[in-house]
């Protein structure tokens, strides 16, 4: 057995809210955004930060997994505006997207991020949210 008790219940939610995305070119703000301010190696920064910094409330952060080239799934945070998907550090590869495969697993507004981003924990933003909200 693998897991067990909380660790295993974190894994069934996850596996629960896995969702393939599509990932759609970045809009004019967003890519002069991400040609500016994002960096290789650093998607959960720049996803939050644009989260934190845009106006509009429609945008929320969202963490999954990126598998490329059948590989091993990676863990990558990308964002979502209205019902699109966006990654901001791929325009640090000069793309619009990775080649690869995105599964969603949490997305969450502003409100819901800033309370997991003051949490000095060291677990990932979906175990965060998880142990915070889902497993209450």
Same mark, same amino acid.
């Given at each position: 057995?693998?897991?067990?008790?909380?660790?295993?219940?974190?894994?069934?939610?996850?596996?629960?809210?896995?969702?393939?995305?599509?990932?759609?070119?970045?809009?004019?703000?967003?890519?002069?955004?991400?040609?500016?301010?994002?960096?290789?190696?650093?998607?959960?920064?720049?996803?939050?930060?644009?989260?934190?910094?845009?106006?509009?409330?429609?945008?929320?952060?969202?963490?999954?997994?990126?598998?490329?080239?059948?590989?091993?799934?990676?863990?990558?945070?990308?964002? *979502?505006?209205?019902? *699109?998907?966006?990654?901001?550090?791929?325009?640090?590869?000069? *793309?619009?997207?990775?080649?690869?495969?995105?599964?969603?697993?949490?997305?969450?507004?502003?409100?819901?991020?800033?309370?997991?981003?003051?949490?000095?924990?060291?677990?990932?933003?979906?175990?965060?949210?998880?142990?915070?909200?889902?497993?209450?």
């Amino acid at each position: 057995k693998m897991a067990d008790g909380k660790q295993q219940a974190l894994y069934q939610w996850m596996l629960s809210q896995a969702q393939e995305v599509e990932i759609s070119p970045l809009d004019d703000t967003m890519d002069e955004w991400a040609f500016d301010n994002c960096e290789i190696k650093q998607c959960y920064s720049n996803s939050s930060r644009y989260v934190m910094m845009t106006k509009d409330k429609d945008v929320k952060y969202v963490e999954g997994f990126l598998s490329r080239f059948n590989s091993l799934p990676i863990e990558h945070a990308w964002i *979502k505006k209205g019902d *699109k998907y966006y990654d901001l550090t791929a325009k640090c590869h000069s *793309k619009d997207r990775m080649d690869g495969t995105y599964v969603s697993i949490v997305e969450l507004s502003k409100q819901e991020l800033i309370p997991l981003l003051d949490d000095d924990s060291y677990m990932s933003i979906p175990a965060k949210h998880f142990y915070k909200t889902v497993s209450k």
